[in-house]
Nanobody
Framework: QVQLVESGGRLVQAGGSLRLSCAAS????????MGWFRQAPGKEREFVAS????????YYVDSVKGRFTISRDNAKNTVYLQMNSLKPEDTAVYYC?????????????????WGQGTQVTVSS
């Protein structure tokens, strides 16, 4: 069993930056791909970014390319999402997830474990 705890979400002005962290416990996730998803009020949960088991491959939704960077530190069992040039449309609850697989993945069905989420609010 894997427990995931996100942190770092808060209120920020448009154009600002945030770094989200996701700490894993219970079992090492070093052989699993990891991902970040988000869900805005009234909308479905959407894929944001994924990173493979080694950190050597990443994948992003088009709307965050060039602004967000996913990374991981397997020694710390932690995954990060650096978010720059934030926009009001980035406002959502951000969820960390651990994949069933080692390669990058964008579908929610590819992920076996989920955190509780952290709120990111971007004001205009």
């Amino acid at each position: 069993q894997v427990q995931l705890v996100e942190s770092g979400g808060r209120l920020v002005q448009a154009g600002g930056s945030l770094r989200l962290s996701c700490a894993a416990s219970g079992r090492a996730v070093g052989t699993h791909a990891m991902g970040w998803f988000r869900q805005a009020p009234g909308k479905e949960r959407e894929f944001v970014a994924s990173i493979n088991w080694s950190g050597g491959s990443t994948y992003y939704v088009d709307s965050v390319k060039g602004r967000f960077t996913i990374s991981r530190d397997n020694a710390k069992n932690t995954v990060y999402l650096q978010m720059n040039s934030l926009k009001p449309e980035d406002t959502a609850v951000y969820y960390c997830a651990a994949s069933r697989f080692s390669s990058v993945a964008a579908d929610t069905s590819d992920y076996a474990y989920w955190g509780q989420g952290t709120q990111v609010t971007v004001s205009s």
